[in-house]
Nanobody
Framework: VQLVESGGGLVQAGGSLRLSCAAS????????MGWYRQAPGKQRELVAR???????YHADSVKGRFTISRDNAKNTVYLQMNSLKPEDTAVYYC????????WGQGTQVTVSS
């Protein structure tokens, strides 16, 4: 499945962004959809994931600030990001895990202090 992220940009600390990940085909049966991020000089890390049944996981660093959700009817996964911090600055990637492991091209999020 092809994944296209959108919604990134430049925001001040304390602000909000909503990222979207649009899939080229149905995500209804995809076991896990996730958001990862990679900051300059750092490894890619898991931010949040959501199962087909709606169970979610959020990394400790974003818990209480970020929320992952999925709309199977729109074949889209979202990441609502509130109370953004400069350390959230990274390229954010969408991932589909269904036996295959598909990635989007990424969207840049920059948080200024």
């Amino acid at each position: 499945v092809q994944l296209v992220e959108s919604g990134g940009g430049l925001v001040q600390a304390g602000g909000s962004l909503r990222l979207s990940c649009a899939a080229s085909s149905s995500i209804f049966s995809i076991n896990t959809m996730g958001w990862y991020r990679q900051a300059p000089g750092k490894q890619r890390e898991l931010v949040a994931r959501i199962t087909s049944g709606g169970r979610t996981y959020h990394a400790d660093s974003v818990k209480g600030r970020f929320t992952i959700s999925r709309d199977n009817a729109k074949n889209t996964v979202y990441l609502q990001m509130n109370s953004l911090k400069p350390e959230d600055t990274a390229v954010y990637y969408c991932n589909a895990d269904y036996g295959n492991d598909d990635w989007g091209q990424g969207t840049q999020v920059t948080v200024s202090s």
